[in-house]
C-alpha cells in the first residue's frame, strides 16, 4: 500500500522559514515522481511544485518560484520543499502526492493517485 506522510508545518511569522518533509512508502515502482500542493480554506487545491526521482528535474508555480526549493533523498523516499519569505497568503493544508513522473501539466491534482493526509502551514503578520 502506497503510504505518504507529510511533517514540518507550523505557525509561522510573516518572512519566516519552514521546511516540509513528505516520506512515501509501500510502492513497488523504481521512477517516481512526487508533488507538493496546497490547499487554503474556500479556494482550490494548488499545485506549487514536483520533482522527479529518475533525473531530479523540478517544476515551480509562478507563486513560489524563487522562494520555495523542492529536493529529495533518494534513498529515504523523502520530498522536501523549504519554503522561504513565507506570507500570510500561503497559509493553507500541504500536502504531497505521488505520480510516476513530472510534467509541465503537474499541477493538475487528478493527474495523482496518492495523497497525504496534509501539514498545516499558518503564517502570521
Known amino acids: 500500500e502506497v503510504r505518504l506522510v507529510e511533517s514540518g508545518g507550523g505557525l509561522v511569522q510573516a518572512g519566516g522559514s519552514l521546511r516540509l518533509s513528505c516520506a512515501a512508502s509501500?510502492?513497488?515502482?523504481?521512477?517516481?515522481?512526487i508533488a507538493w500542493f496546497r490547499q487554503a480554506p474556500g479556494k482550490e487545491r494548488e499545485g506549487l511544485s514536483c520533482?522527479?526521482?529518475?533525473?531530479?528535474?523540478?517544476y515551480y508555480a509562478d507563486s513560489v518560484k524563487g522562494r520555495f526549493t523542492i529536493s529529495s533523498d533518494i534513498a529515504l523516499h523523502t520530498v522536501y520543499l523549504q519554503m522561504n519569505s513565507l506570507q500570510p497568503e500561503d497559509t493553507a493544508v500541504y500536502y504531497c502526492?505521488?505520480?510516476?513522473?513530472?510534467?509541465?501539466?503537474?499541477?493538475?491534482?487528478?493527474?495523482?493517485?496518492?495523497w497525504g493526509q496534509g501539514t498545516q502551514v499558518t503564517v502570521s503578520s
Open positions: 509501500g510502492f513497488t515502482f523504481d521512477d517516481y515522481a
Open positions: 502526492a505521488l505520480r510516476t513522473y513530472c510534467t509541465d501539466n503537474y499541477y493538475h491534482a487528478f493527474l495523482y493517485s496518492y
Open positions: 520533482i522527479s526521482r529518475d533525473d531530479g528535474s523540478t
